[in-house]
């Protein structure tokens, strides 16, 4: 499946020709649980090669904020390429706790997995990329980031600021760094975590990451070469986060993004 809002969509047998199409579906959220459902294509209309199909949908799986709902797809030719558009909207269920939930979480968790579900697409039409590996590149990629923003984060809060350490102090004494330095260091560290993790998007971040370790290791080699060989060490650490940015920036390559695709009418804008 290339929507991340289905795991599973099972098209059943029509009598006729003009019956609507039923479908079931389902989501699989964690912990062995799933959300059931069903829908039905009500009808599809062709003008001057534009298509639009039109379906409701409802659910009486009580795991489900979704009752009942309805939406259409439309393909637009034009200028010798399609823009594919989608509209769907649903009355939820729980009343006004449910209808507090959608509007803070569920609706707009909702807009942004059609939406990078819909790239994701994209790039299966256009460079066969198949959903599978954008979403395993994808899921490589957000690991990538959070294990450097952890290391940062880390390596910033706990030796620098918190605890400040006996070795972090010595190894700024043999490279001639002035001590008072230690926790404006941190807090740059810290603010490279954070940066990590705002700028998801930005690929190059992974080279400035290698570079940093680079230049962190030479320093350690000429000022302070004694922790080299300690436990670990200075050349462990660096390397391993050289290997995570190098896997991270190769995953970052052709990722689906939400951005891509309009959220909003163009009459709003």
């Not at 594919?84 to 209808?99: C, H, I, K, N, S």
Request: aromatic share 12%; with cysteine; net charge positive.
């Amino acid at each position: 499946m290339w929507d991340l809002r289905f795991t599973r969509i099972q098209y059943l047998p029509k009598q006729s020709e003009a019956e609507p199409q039923r479908f079931l579906y389902s989501t699989r959220i964690g912990f062995g649980l799933k959300i059931e459902g069903e829908g039905e294509s009500t009808g599809t209309r062709e003008d001057h090669g534009l298509r639009t199909s039109a379906l409701k949908f409802w659910s009486s799986d009580p795991k489900s904020l979704i009752a009942q709902g309805a939406g259409y797809w439309r393909y637009i030719p034009a200028n010798g390429k399609t823009s594919f558009l989608t509209w769907y909207d649903y009355q939820p269920r729980l009343g006004v706790a449910g209808r507090i939930i959608d509007k803070l979480i569920f609706r707009p968790l909702l807009g942004w997995a059609t939406a990078w579900s819909f790239d994701r697409l994209r790039l299966w039409i256009e460079r066969d990329i198949s959903p599978q590996v954008s979403l395993r590149m994808a899921v490589i990629h957000a690991l990538a980031r959070l294990a450097i923003a952890l290391v940062w984060f880390w390596q910033g809060l706990m030796p620098k600021l918190v605890f400040p350490n006996i070795d972090e102090k010595v190894m700024m004494a043999a490279a001639h760094v002035p001590l008072r330095l230690l926790p404006i260091i941190g807090s740059i560290e810290l603010l490279f975590a954070a940066g990590t993790l705002v700028l998801w998007r930005w690929r190059p971040l992974f080279l400035v990451n290698i570079l940093s370790m680079i230049v962190a290791t030479a320093v350690v080699a000429l000022s302070a070469p004694s922790y080299l060989v300690g436990a670990f060490n200075p050349i462990t650490l660096n390397a391993l986060m050289v290997f995570i940015s190098v896997i991270g920036y190769a995953a970052a390559k052709d990722l689906p993004s939400s951005s891509q695709c309009r959220r909003t009418p163009r009459e709003t804008e």
